[in-house]
Each structure stands twice: as C-alpha cells, then as structure tokens.
C-alpha cells in the first residue's frame, strides 16, 4: 500500500521530487519504493527523463486504476459524513448556460422535492465536455453508454433561433413573421453549428450586426434583455420558452443528430439520490418541452418520440 500511495503521488505529479515534498521523504526514497515496486511488477511503470518522469502505458492504467480507487473513497467518506449530520450532497457538471437559465429558476421546486440535498456545481463555460470522474452526474452530448460510464438519455441536441418578445414584436408584422432580417445575432464562440439555415437574409443585401461572447449564460441572458436573436439550445432554455421569457424567432428547428445524456462513472457508488435527482431532471426538462410543444404545435416537439 505505501507503494501504491507513493507511485499515485509521483504519477499525479510526473516528478519524484514534487512527490517526495508532497509525502514528507526524500526523493531517493520515492526513486527506491518505485524501482521495487516495478520489480514487483515486472514491469517499467515509468519513463525517467530529465527533470521529470512520463508514464508507461502499465504505468498509465495503474494510475487511471488508482485514481478511480481513491475517488470512490472520497466519496464513501463524504457520504458516512452527510449520513451524520442529515444531509446529503450532490455534485453535477452541468453548462453555466444550463445551471442559471434552467436550473436556477427552479431551485425553489428542486428544494421542495430534496430538502435535505446539497447540490454543487462544477461549470462548464463552453462547450459540454471533460471527464465526470469528480461529480456524481454530468450533462454530456456523447452516442450513449460504454464500459466506464453509465448514460441516461434525455433529449436530442435541438438548436432554434430564439429573442425576447419585445424583440421579436419590434421587429415583426405579426406574431412570428419577421419584417426583416433581425439587426443583431447574439452567438456563443466556440459554436459551429449552421447558422446560415437560421439567419439566411430575408431580402437580398440584408445584413446583421453580431455580439460573441464566449460563454453561453451570457448568450442567454442578452436575448431575455432583447439584445438580439441568440441561437438557443432546447435543453437549456426550454424554461424561458415555457414562461414566454422568450420565443422562437423563427417557429424552426435544427436537429444536429448529437443526444444528450445524463452521465455517471459506474466505479462511482450507486446512491440512490443521484438516480431520483436523474429522473427529477429528466421529468422537469420533459415536462417543459410538452408545455413548449402545445404553445407552438409547429415546432412538432414530442418528446415521446426520442426514445
């Protein structure tokens, strides 16, 4: 075991000396239990260079091993802790997009239901990606389920255009007919979907103004303020639609062919909180879309018809 603790620590860090400050030795020491442990093994687990060391591939799949050792550890201890003073903590990796414009409305409801939960966060500025090794659920747009990872599907990635009412009534004849090509689109940066499919010009030599930001709550935000017509993900603004925050700029969709999940590391305990706040997610984001479908019965939004 202190040759396991020791080669974490000298992996995380790719440096015997970093490990050996961090684990109170000598560098020697560090160089010696690796070598035994190597001998142990049979195998080189590390590549020794100057100023460092990289891992071997036996020394990449220990590492990967061990790491998901300690994190379901971590959170054995987190939940004996939150068993003992009553509550129970829950982490996700969501989008900053997600989490203020469809969570945060409904954090009152999501109190309601799970009084004795504590959630975190970890945020995702850009695009939803990155490992969910550290969180008991992340949003992810991934094919679905594979050996490391349980997946729950929850919708397709569905795009529209979508504005502010008074952004869309100024700049309309009537309730869903543009005018005109809208002055300004709001768009996220690090986006590539086709928006010439959304934002073709309505007269020829029309043109548009444009705002980017690199994080899409603020996409968001600016076209609740009437800022523009902003590209808006189904699953993230979904409440603001239900509410009448905001409305389709045009009653059309894009399906990229990508679908979403709800995603958890099966090395990960099963609790039982983390599947019913799952479901709870799912249930409220479907419950959206089906209020999303009766006011604009064009767009065809059928959930039931995304299993």
Known sequence: MNGLFTFEAAARHLNFSKAADE?????????????????????????????????????QLLFDAIARGFSGIESALREIEDRRIGIETV????????????????????????????????LVM??????VNDVDLGMRFINGPDERHEATFVMPEILMPICSATY??????????????????????????????LFSPAREGDTTNS??????????QAALLGQGIALGWLNVVAHWLRTKALVPAREQLMVTGRRCHLVRLRDKPARPIVAEIRDWMIAELNRDLTEVSALYPSLNIDPSNWR
């Open 91 to 122: 982490s996700l990796s969501v989008s900053t997009g997600f989490t203020t414009h469809w969570m945060m409305p409904r954090m009152a409801d999501f109190k309601k239901a799970f009084p004795s939960v504590d959630l975190r966060f970890q």
């Open 126 to 131: 850009g695009a939803l990606s990155g490992p």
């Open 211 to 220: 705002m980017i930001f690199s994080d899409y709550a603020i996409v968001v």
């Open 168 to 197: 869309r009534e100024s700049h309309s004849a009537a309730v869903g007919d543009l005018k005109r090509e809208p002055d300004t689109t709001i768009n996220l940066s690090d986006a590539q979907p086709d928006w010439s499919s």
């Open 23 to 59: 684990l109170n030795v000598t560098p020697a020491a560090v160089s010696r239990m690796m070598a035994r442990l190597e001998e142990h093994l049979d195998t080189p687990l590390f590549v020794r260079q100057p100023g460092g060391v990289c891992l071997t591939e036996a020394g």
